[in-house]
């Protein structure tokens, strides 16, 4: 039996009808909760509860927890190893450490959050977060709304999460994870959900709130910046993509199966439907591991992860985008012009694609990767030039000195992160999402110059 | 199995079915011509011969039309899928799309642009042409000036067959409509009191009325009028959905909404399917219906195998009149089984819409670029 109550927030109430008024009110009711208690406590009780939260949800046993594993992968997104499997690596994250490196990293002293900070007399400055944060998640990924939420949290904000209709399960329980473990920081912490595009609640909300913060398309985002008035902070965070990258000593420095394993590592978390999974995998052509063989290899690795941590169901639309690529490879396959087709049988389960044409390419996603030749980083940074703009990770398997040398052209090219293959869905907590800081973008400085 | 070894061979056999109209033949005939152009077009056509090899689904082993390896819509970008040698590609069709590398083509020699035709108008006029058709109007470039689209020829077939009605190809070499010259040919069918068929993309149709609309226009074509829309919309005007289209044409042209017909057909087919048939009441739920010599499968994605009526998956169809191409075709196009028919659902994009994996732009063409064209 659950200890406690799951009616809470708004998106707990079956059937409310949300009106323009009760966005006015909820929000009013947040900003009063903040002053009340999220701006009198410290980082430390902040942060203390936040790591509880995620230690709670990294117990197994964890009623919450079960209940987001054990809810229909329609409503999550994924089916129940998948989504086991994201949460530990999300909340692994949560340590104290990280959390005040965060805010070392982010505003050079944790303790200007709450005074002029004392690292310098000749610059005292103070941050302050917003009054009241709206944020409008993603409907892919439960872990960006998690990390969202802490942000706010840590920023003393009041925070409304609105969430796309059918998608505010696991924001919600987490948001009952906060409640349980404080129910103070809760109390400025409303989730709801409706269908994106409601201009009448979501211009209430957009009025309310100091912030948006907006991940979604590049459509979504970019409607709703479109609508907010000049000078109401916003950021958004739209399309990306990412890619693997396979260095040709890269297996005598770690071996072959490593690669393996790492590359399907990433292509299996969170059924590539992150911004941060890779759609193409380049393989250096010239080294002792062609990509022929590591695509041979790959497939056979994601064969055996369907047997333990298997992807589950898809929708028609997204199986049928698999079924027609797969059908065009498989023509192409079967006349030898270049393209080379693994596939799970009678399933749409995996799908690894080796292909000599270089250009990038989107994968329909779900567990289908692309594997292509290259012959050095700069002939990738020149393929990938329509795409600069887009890059979120390259994930790179090579020895530590290349991993370094590659991060130095390709960060100086455009790439915001690049890390060791295998982590690409497993950024650190104080990661800057698409080159951007992760708290600086939404607080605001006072720098106070005094006589001395 | 009828045993074709030749083009001609080919050509008449179907022909012959085809003559025989609505009139429905046995499924044995079906399977029987199915497995014969298989055949002739396994050995014709080497790129399908290898995919069929890959498979283990030859001449040899396929007994049942069901079991003919399909070729997907996209296979006809990059390659030639035609029994027809270099020489005698007199004619190409091409889908939509802005290069041609990005574009299906689908060669014909005349005797295949034959059956082509013999198909298409044989459907049409079971379904669009009753006694109250009068006049014609093609929101559509002549076919002179879209030599390449399957839909304009189509067209073209249309008007010279009906060619005692009078008719007017109403958009220029790029589908542009001379709006003011369509208002006056609608304005004239009305006081004259002759009906008219309109016929056009749900594009060309939402062009006509947003300029029918801010110019303050309203018909009321004369009874027995009727329209006929078509695929997608390309970017090339605003996506309205198909109710919300229908309600426009019924309010500014004035046309019953049993005698708007929707057409699905593109250019790697030959055949096309209608969701009505003027006369009839038509209630919904509107089905599609393919002719008796092409047949439409709603396929698993999963395993590519028939699924349940009432299930949803990818639409096949195995058209007989493809005679020079590829009889068996996976469409990206999804739908829901009917014991009668299908519904068309939309289409199996990239997943796109569940979060921030960005579609590239070449990409999103390629896979968008299914135009009846």
């Given at each position: 039996?659950?200890e406690?109550?799951?009616?809470?927030?708004?998106?707990?109430?079956?059937?409310?009808v949300?009106?323009?008024?009760?966005?006015?009110?909820?929000?009013?009711?947040?900003?009063?909760n903040?002053?009340e208690?999220?701006?009198?406590?410290?980082?430390?009780?902040?942060?203390?509860?936040?790591?509880?939260?995620a230690?709670?949800?990294?117990?197994?046993?964890?009623?919450?927890?079960?209940?987001?594993?054990?809810?229909?992968?329609?409503t999550?997104?994924?089916?129940?190893?998948?989504?086991?499997?994201?949460?530990?690596?999300?909340?692994?994250?949560?340590?104290?450490?990280n959390?005040?490196?965060?805010?070392?990293?982010?505003?050079?002293?944790?303790?200007?959050?709450?005074?002029?900070g004392?690292?310098?007399?000749?610059?005292?400055?103070?941050?302050?977060?917003?009054?009241?944060?709206?944020?409008?998640?993603?409907?892919?990924?439960?872990?960006?709304?998690?990390?969202?939420?802490?942000?706010?949290?840590?920023?003393?904000?009041?925070?409304?999460v609105?969430?796309?209709?059918?998608?505010?399960?696991?924001?919600?329980?987490?948001?009952?994870?906060?409640?349980y473990?404080?129910?103070?920081?809760?109390?400025?912490?409303?989730?709801?959900e409706?269908?994106?595009?409601?201009?009448?609640?979501?211009g209430?909300?957009?009025k309310e709130?100091?912030?948006?913060?907006?991940?979604?398309?590049?459509?979504?985002?970019?409607?709703?910046?479109?609508?907010?008035?000049?000078?109401?902070?916003?950021?958004?965070?739209?399309?990306?993509?990412?890619?693997?990258?396979?260095?040709?000593l890269?297996?005598?420095?770690?071996?072959?199966?490593?690669?393996?394993?790492?590359a399907a590592?990433?292509?299996?978390?969170?059924?590539?439907?992150?911004?941060?999974?890779?759609?193409?995998?380049?393989?250096?052509?010239?080294?002792?591991?062609?990509?022929?063989?590591?695509?041979?290899?790959?497939a056979?690795?994601?064969?055996?992860?369907?047997?333990?941590?298997?992807?589950g169901?898809?929708?028609t639309?997204?199986a049928?985008?698999?079924?027609?690529?797969?059908?065009?490879?498989?023509?192409?396959?079967?006349?030898?012009?270049?393209?080379?087709?693994w596939e799970?049988?009678?399933?749409?389960?995996?799908?690894?694609?080796?292909?000599?044409?270089?250009?990038?390419?989107?994968?329909?996603?779900?567990?289908f990767?692309?594997?292509?030749?290259?012959?050095?980083?700069d002939?990738l940074?020149?393929i990938?030039?329509?795409?600069?703009?887009?890059?979120?990770?390259v994930?790179?398997?090579?020895?530590?000195?290349k991993?370094?040398e590659?991060?130095?052209?390709?960060?100086?090219?455009?790439?915001?992160?690049?890390?060791?293959?295998g982590?690409?869905?497993?950024?650190?907590?104080?990661?800057?999402?698409?080159g951007?800081?992760a708290?600086?973008d939404?607080?605001?400085?006072?720098?106070?110059?005094?006589i001395? | 199995?009828?045993?074709?070894?030749?083009?001609?061979?080919?050509?008449?056999?179907?022909?012959?079915?085809?003559?025989?109209?609505?009139?429905?033949?046995?499924?044995?005939?079906?399977n029987?011509?199915?497995l014969?152009?298989?055949?002739?077009?396994?050995?014709?056509n080497?790129?399908?011969?290898?995919?069929?090899?890959?498979?283990?689904?030859?001449?040899d082993?396929?007994?049942?039309?069901?079991?003919?390896?399909?070729?997907?819509?996209?296979?006809?970008?990059?390659?030639?899928?035609?029994?027809l040698?270099?020489?005698?590609?007199?004619?190409?069709?091409?889908?939509?799309?802005t290069?041609h590398?990005?574009?299906?083509?689908?060669?014909?020699?005349?005797?295949?642009?034959?059956?082509?035709?013999?198909?298409?108008?044989?459907?049409?006029?079971?379904h669009?042409?009753?006694?109250?058709?009068?006049?014609?109007?093609?929101?559509?470039?002549?076919?002179?000036?879209?030599p390449?689209?399957?839909?304009?020829?189509?067209?073209?077939?249309?008007a010279?067959?009906?060619?005692?009605?009078?008719?007017?190809?109403?958009?220029?070499?790029?589908?542009?409509?001379?709006?003011?010259?369509?208002?006056?040919?609608?304005?004239?069918?009305?006081?004259?009191?002759?009906?008219?068929?309109?016929?056009?993309?749900?594009?060309?149709?939402?062009?006509l009325?947003?300029f029918?609309?801010?110019?303050?226009?309203?018909?009321?074509?004369?009874?027995?009028?009727?329209?006929?829309?078509?695929?997608?919309?390309k970017?090339?005007?605003?996506?309205?959905?198909?109710?919300?289209?229908?309600?426009?044409i019924?309010?500014?042209?004035?046309?019953l909404?049993?005698?708007?017909?929707?057409?699905?057909?593109?250019?790697?087919?030959?055949?096309q399917?209608?969701?009505?048939?003027?006369?009839?009441?038509n209630?919904a739920?509107?089905?599609?219906?393919?002719?008796p010599?092409?047949r439409?499968?709603v396929?698993?994605?999963?395993?590519?195998?028939?699924?349940?009526p009432g299930?949803?998956?990818?639409?096949?169809?195995?058209?007989?009149?493809?005679?020079?191409?590829?009889?068996?075709?996976?469409?990206?196009?999804?739908?829901?089984?009917?014991?009668?028919?299908?519904?068309?659902?939309?289409?199996?994009k990239?997943?796109?819409?569940?979060?921030?994996?960005?579609?590239?732009?070449?990409?999103?063409?390629?896979?968008?670029?299914?135009?009846?064209?």
């Amino acid at each position: 039996m659950l200890e406690q109550s799951l009616d809470y927030f708004l998106a707990d109430k079956q059937g409310a009808v949300l009106s323009d008024t009760l966005i006015t009110e909820a929000c009013q009711t947040l900003r009063t909760n903040r002053e009340e208690y999220l701006v009198q406590i410290g980082n430390e009780t902040i942060i203390s509860k936040l790591v509880e939260a995620a230690s709670l949800w990294l117990s197994p046993d964890y009623e919450l927890r079960k209940m987001a594993l054990a809810a229909d992968p329609e409503t999550t997104g994924f089916p129940r190893e998948v989504l086991a499997a994201g949460l530990d690596a999300c909340f692994s994250e949560w340590t104290q450490e990280n959390f005040f490196g965060l805010l070392g990293q982010e505003f050079g002293d944790a303790t200007r959050l709450q005074s002029f900070g004392s690292l310098s007399s000749h610059s005292l400055a103070m941050v302050h977060g917003p009054q009241l944060i709206a944020h409008v998640a993603p409907g892919n990924l439960p872990v960006p709304v998690f990390q969202s939420i802490a942000f706010g949290l840590l920023l003393r904000s009041a925070q409304f999460v609105k969430c796309a209709s059918g998608k505010s399960l696991l924001p919600r329980l987490f948001g009952h994870t906060l409640h349980y473990v404080d129910p103070g920081l809760a109390s400025a912490l409303e989730i709801a959900e409706w269908d994106g595009g409601n201009e009448t609640l979501e211009g209430e909300l957009y009025k309310e709130a100091d912030c948006v913060v907006a991940t979604g398309s590049d459509k979504t985002v970019g409607a709703i910046r479109g609508r907010l008035p000049l000078g109401k902070r916003f950021v958004g965070y739209g399309h990306r993509v990412s890619l693997g990258y396979v260095e040709q000593l890269a297996n005598e420095v770690m071996g072959t199966q490593t690669i393996i394993n790492r590359a399907a590592h990433d292509v299996v978390a969170w059924n590539q439907q992150g911004c941060l999974s890779p759609h193409v995998i380049y393989v250096e052509e010239f080294g002792n591991l062609k990509p022929e063989r590591f695509a041979e290899m790959l497939a056979e690795e994601l064969a055996a992860r369907s047997e333990t941590i298997p992807r589950g169901e898809l929708s028609t639309k997204e199986a049928g985008a698999i079924a027609n690529m797969r059908r065009f490879y498989k023509i192409r396959s079967a006349n030898n012009v270049g393209a080379i087709l693994w596939e799970s049988e009678d399933s749409t389960e995996w799908t690894v694609v080796q292909e000599d044409e270089k250009q990038f390419q989107n994968s329909p996603l779900n567990r289908f990767v692309f594997v292509k030749p290259i012959e050095h980083l700069d002939e990738l940074m020149h393929i990938l030039e329509p795409y600069r703009e887009s890059i979120s990770t390259v994930g790179i398997a090579a020895s530590e000195a290349k991993l370094r040398e590659f991060a130095l052209k390709l960060g100086a090219w455009g790439v915001p992160r690049v890390c060791p293959l295998g982590k690409m869905q497993r950024p650190p907590l104080a990661w800057r999402h698409d080159g951007r800081p992760a708290l600086g973008d939404l607080i605001r400085w006072t720098d106070l110059e005094t006589i001395q | 199995m009828t045993s074709l070894s030749t083009l001609t061979d080919a050509c008449e056999a179907v022909m012959t079915f085809i003559s025989r109209g609505n009139e429905s033949p046995p499924a044995v005939e079906f399977n029987q011509l199915a497995l014969g152009l298989f055949g002739f077009q396994f050995t014709q056509n080497e790129a399908y011969a290898n995919l069929c090899q890959s498979e283990k689904r030859t001449p040899d082993t396929v007994t049942r039309w069901e079991e003919i390896p399909a070729v997907p819509t996209r296979a006809f970008k990059s390659f030639d899928i035609t029994v027809l040698p270099e020489a005698d590609r007199q004619t190409v069709f091409r889908s939509s799309g802005t290069t041609h590398s990005n574009r299906s083509r689908h060669h014909h020699n005349p005797a295949t642009l034959s059956v082509y035709k013999a198909s298409l108008w044989s459907w049409f006029n079971e379904h669009m042409v009753d006694e109250a058709v009068g006049r014609l109007l093609f929101l559509f470039p002549k076919p002179s000036e879209a030599p390449e689209s399957s839909l304009c020829q189509m067209m073209g077939a249309v008007a010279k067959h009906l060619a005692k009605r009078e008719h007017f190809f109403a958009a220029d070499a790029l589908w542009r409509i001379d709006r003011q010259a369509t208002i006056d040919f609608l304005h004239d069918a009305t006081t004259q009191n002759e009906p008219a068929t309109v016929l056009g993309t749900a594009f060309s149709f939402v062009h006509l009325l947003d300029f029918m609309e801010a110019e303050n226009v309203e018909l009321r074509l004369p009874a027995g009028s009727a329209a006929m829309e078509t695929g997608g919309y390309k970017g090339r005007s605003r996506e309205v959905t198909k109710p919300e289209l229908h309600r426009a044409i019924v309010e500014r042209l004035g046309i019953l909404p049993e005698r708007i017909l929707c057409e699905y057909g593109m250019c790697e087919l030959s055949s096309q399917a209608y969701d009505g048939k003027l006369g009839q009441a038509n209630p919904a739920p509107r089905l599609f219906r393919f002719p008796p010599w092409a047949r439409a499968c709603v396929v698993s994605p999963e395993t590519l195998d028939e699924v349940a009526p009432g299930q949803a998956g990818l639409l096949e169809i195995t058209d007989l009149a493809n005679v020079g191409s590829a009889l068996c075709v996976l469409t990206e196009d999804l739908a829901k089984r009917h014991e009668d028919g299908f519904e068309l659902l939309g289409r199996a994009k990239l997943a796109e819409s569940r979060g921030c994996s960005l579609m590239n732009l070449n990409h999103a063409r390629a896979i968008t670029g299914l135009f009846p064209g």
